[in-house]
């Protein structure tokens, strides 16, 4: 139905004949993204944070086609990874614009990062812990380093991605002052970070991120020193999931940042990802089977949590369409089901909708943040292709010797 909260109207935008004609092209299950979609996601943010510095974090969708439209629409680059520095640098990105967030790097992401700074030297590493300094400068790096602070502020959507308060990330705030100090000592230190988590929305999520860029700005004040280019607060901005999800003043979010940040010798920065890429992606799966039992109809379909895994580990709730649903369809409680033997693979439990039959073609929303990203092959299930709304292929689709190609005696047919 076209009623219903943000996310049931964003979703009911996806053309219907379009969306078949892809499935019906390509397969399913199928990722479909709408570039134009991201382009937009992004003039929106940098409307709303004109004097900011943008920066797009890559983990949420890494491809290439993505990359580029995000590079071409001026935000940067904010990668937890040598492989996402290295996808960023190949999409395009000049040095300058790329920061690697360096979390308990391994040894092989920092030689991989300090031997592509000898060819890219603005690129700018995020550092959590004294650990990382020194393993940077054994290296021989002495360029530009951020400080990621624990602000012990936490926000988000789910426990498992409330990244502010968790000790893992950052170095405690009442020590980063003696750490920037360090840091100056051996490297060219040019911000302070800190994030939040993931998933920012509601009161209480935005009471914290006000707190967080407060904390942050008094710190800049303190260790500044007219020295600081930059202090990014972080991502997390969210989008409408739930049917009564508002969608997110993104106006006000800015305008509050600001506010809170105060007065700072340095730019604003911040690096969402969802927001950038979460409603340009859906999820289209097919149904194969209609099982009707007691409390709900299972309707099984042919992605599970191996292609989408949000439902399945963060209880996260998606949007779904049946996009073959006529008006005097039926509506009862349907179950979701896919194809991986698991009780958790489902992505929605006896919600209403309209009840599918066998063949239907359904569309799952906000697939395209962490969507293809943290699919897997478990259930030896080879990944789902990936295509642009416009019909370009944009990840094949993997096939079983794709997934059983590094095994010995693996990789035939
Ligand atoms: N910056 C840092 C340092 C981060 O760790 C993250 C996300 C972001 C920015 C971007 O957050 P976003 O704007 O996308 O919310 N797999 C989870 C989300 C994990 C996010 C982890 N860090 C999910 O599917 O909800």
């Known amino acids: 139905?076209?009623?219903?909260?943000?996310?049931?109207?964003?979703?009911?935008?996806?053309?219907?004949?379009?969306?078949?004609?892809?499935?019906?092209?390509?397969?399913?299950?199928?990722?479909?993204?709408?570039?134009?979609?991201?382009?937009?996601?992004?003039?929106?943010?940098?409307?709303?944070?004109p004097d900011a510095d943008v920066k797009y974090a890559v983990k949420a969708h890494t491809g290439r086609?993505?990359?580029?439209?995000?590079?071409?629409?001026g935000l940067g680059a904010e990668c937890a990874s040598a492989g996402e520095v290295r996808r960023a640098l190949d999409a395009g990105f000049p040095g300058d614009r790329v920061d690697y967030t360096a979390v308990?790097?391994?040894?092989?992401?920092?030689?991989?990062?300090?031997?592509?700074?000898?060819?890219?030297?603005?690129?700018t590493i995020t550092v959590g812990a004294r650990d990382t300094l020194d393993r940077l400068a054994e290296r021989g790096y002495d360029?530009?380093?951020?400080?990621?602070?624990?602000?012990?502020?936490?926000?988000?959507?789910?426990?498992?991605?409330?990244?502010?308060?968790?000790?893992?990330?950052?170095?405690?705030?009442?020590?980063?002052?003696?750490?920037?100090?360090?840091a100056r000592d051996r490297f060219d230190v040019v911000g302070l970070h800190a994030h939040a988590g993931s998933g920012i929305h509601g009161e209480e999520d935005l009471a914290a991120h006000r707190d967080l860029v407060a904390r942050m700005g008094e710190l800049a004040r303190e260790v500044g020193d007219g020295q600081l280019e930059f202090v990014d607060v972080g991502g997390g901005f969210s989008v409408p999931y739930c049917e009564?999800?508002?969608?997110?003043?993104?106006?006000?979010?800015?305008?509050?940042?600001?506010?809170?940040?105060?007065?700072?010798d340095a730019t604003l920065a911040v690096e969402p990802g969802r927001y950038v890429v979460a409603d340009a992606g859906v999820l289209l799966t097919r149904v194969n089977t209609v099982k009707p039992t007691p409390e709900t109809t299972v309707a099984g379909v042919d992605a599970g949590m191996t292609d989408l895994l949000r439902p399945a580990m963060y209880d996260?709730?998606?949007?779904?369409r049946n996009l073959?649903?006529?008006?005097?369809?039926?509506?009862?409680?349907?179950?979701?089901?896919?194809?991986?033997?698991?009780?958790?693979?489902?992505?929605?439990?006896?919600?209403?909708?309209?009840?599918?039959?066998?063949?239907?073609l359904l569309a799952v929303g906000n697939a395209g943040a962490y969507g293809y990203e943290m699919a897997s092959t478990y259930n030896s299930r080879p990944r789902p292709a990936e295509v642009s709304l416009a019909g370009?292929?944009?990840?094949?689709?993997?096939?079983?010797?794709?997934?059983?190609?590094?095994?010995?005696g693996g990789g035939g047919e």
């Open 1 to 49: 139905t076209a009623e219903g909260g943000p996310a049931i109207r964003r979703l009911a935008e996806w053309n219907a004949d379009r969306l078949h004609e892809l499935a019906a092209d390509h397969g399913t299950p199928l990722y479909v993204t709408d570039l134009d979609r991201v382009a937009e996601n992004c003039a929106r943010l940098r409307g709303a944070f």
């Open 65 to 73: 086609a993505v990359l580029e439209s995000v590079r071409e629409s």
């Open 104 to 123: 308990n790097p391994p040894a092989r992401d920092l030689d991989s990062v300090v031997e592509w700074w000898e060819e890219h030297p603005e690129l």
């Open 143 to 182: 360029g530009r380093v951020c400080v990621r602070v624990n602000p012990g502020v936490g926000a988000g959507h789910h426990e498992k991605v409330r990244t502010g308060a968790a000790p893992k990330f950052g170095v405690p705030y009442d020590r980063a002052p003696e750490v920037v100090d360090d």
């Open 244 to 264: 009564d999800d508002p969608a997110l003043d993104l106006n006000a979010v800015a305008d509050t940042t600001r506010e809170a940040l105060g007065d700072v």
């Open 316 to 320: 996260a709730y998606h949007a779904i």
């Open 324 to 360: 073959d649903a006529s008006e005097g369809s039926a509506e009862g409680p349907v179950t979701v089901a896919g194809p991986i033997c698991e009780t958790g693979d489902t992505f929605c439990d006896g919600r209403d909708l309209s009840i599918p039959e066998r063949g239907d």
């Open 392 to 408: 370009d292929v944009l990840r094949e689709r993997e096939t079983l010797a794709g997934v059983t190609r590094l095994e010995r």
